[in-house]
């Protein structure tokens, strides 16, 4: 629900939730609920014309660097929710869209002639002549997570290990602090910390052999070394 201009609780529109994403009119509200409620039709249903334009929005709003970094972030947020929605009628052109966020925003900046786009990008920051505006590796970093966020168990996983595996191992560790290899890595891990996972647990749901990841990666602190990849092959 949102707040309407007389400040009464309404079923959202595509209108009001991006007014509500953008303006926050609502500060007991999330930000981004309307917008998924509406690309759910949790309260109502929709043409797919209208929820299609929604979420042409939010992917505007979410690659738009006029907009503060939370808007930016709701947005994101908003289709990583229809996509897999605890309520609601999934929206499932999101998953497509967040892919294209990182590939049209990343890979098309990092150029045609590699594999690691996070690497590249990385590369292109250090240089003296880098125009602070463009996005950086970890806004690549954040797509990509958002990526993997939408469907953890199916199409956002196998999106990630795709990459991990088209861009390789980094050649050292101080590439590794940068390159899509790591990053996939990270998010694997860091998203079974997370969930409550041991350091042992959440190594052992690694894609790669866990004294691997800690040496290119350098994963901190000391950890059991060994663990062979969940996925091999893969």
Not at 34 to 45: E, K, Y
Not at 57 to 71: C, E, M, N
Not at 121 to 141: C, H, L, N, V
Request: aromatic fraction near 8%; glycine fraction near 8%.
């Amino acid at each position: 629900m949102v707040l309407d201009e007389g400040g009464e609780l309404r079923i959202p529109t595509p209108e009001t939730a991006l007014r509500q994403l953008v303006e926050r009119r609502d500060p007991e509200a999330s930000p981004a609920a309307p917008a998924v409620a509406v690309l759910t039709q949790l309260f109502d249903s929709r043409p797919r014309a209208e929820l299609d334009a929604l979420a042409q929005s939010l992917v505007r709003l979410a690659a738009d660097t006029g907009y503060p970094f939370g808007v930016r972030f709701d947005a994101r947020s908003a289709l990583i929710r229809a996509v897999v929605p605890e309520e609601g009628v999934p929206y499932e052109p999101a998953f497509d869209l967040l892919v294209g966020l990182y590939e049209r925003h990343m890979v098309g900046l990092a150029g045609d002639e590699t594999n690691d786009p996070i690497a590249a990008i990385y590369t292109r920051s250090q240089a003296a002549d880098f125009d602070e505006s463009m996005p950086s590796g970890p806004r690549a970093s954040s797509d990509l997570y958002a990526i993997y966020l939408a469907d953890p168990e199916g199409r956002g996983l196998d999106y990630l290990l795709a990459a991990m595996e088209a861009a390789g191992p980094p050649a050292s560790r101080e590439a590794g602090k940068a390159s899509t290899w790591c990053v996939v890595n990270d998010i694997i891990y860091g998203e079974a910390k997370f969930d409550g996972a041991s350091t042992d647990a959440a190594l052992r749901t690694l894609p790669v052999d866990s004294a691997t990841y800690h040496d290119l990666c350098g994963l901190m602190g000391s950890i059991p070394r060994g663990y062979p990849p969940r996925r091999p092959g893969r």
